[in-house]
Nanobody, 122 residues
Framework: QVQLVESGGGLVQAGGSLRLSCAASGRTFSNYAMAWFRQAPGKERAFVAADNRSGGNTYYADSVKGRFTISRDNAKNTVYLQMNSLKPEDTAVYYC???????????????WGQGTQVTVSS
């Protein structure tokens, strides 16, 4: 069983930055693919970024490439999402997700956090 707790959401102006964190329980964190998804009101949950393992193999949605960076610290059982150059269309609830490797870009993850709200004002 893996429990995920997100933090770091908030309100930011367009062009600003936020860093989301997702703390995971469990002793096999390094064996898991970790991902971020987001869900805007009235829309389906969408893939944002994923990390197959520390040190490489990262994946991004086209809409966030060059602006968002996923990283992980296996010693801290934490995955991060650095979000720069934020746009109003990035407004959503952001979810952390985990599954045994490999990464997928669909919602077929076994474990989910509770979500953290990110609001970008214009």
């Amino acid at each position: 069983q893996v429990q995920l707790v997100e933090s770091g959401g908030g309100l930011v102006q367009a062009g600003g930055s936020l860093r989301l964190s997702c703390a995971a329980s469990g002793r096999t964190f390094s064996n898991y693919a970790m991902a971020w998804f987001r869900q805007a009101p009235g829309k389906e949950r969408a893939f944002v970024a994923a990390d197959n393992r520390s040190g490489g193999n990262t994946y991004y949605a086209d809409s966030v490439k060059g602006r968002f960076t996923i990283s992980r610290d296996n010693a801290k059982n934490t995955v991060y999402l650095q979000m720069n150059s934020l746009k109003p269309e990035d407004t959503a609830v952001y979810y952390c997700a985990a599954k045994p490797r490999p990464v997928v870009v669909t919602t077929e993850y076994d474990y989910w956090g509770q979500g953290t709200q990110v609001t970008v004002s214009s």
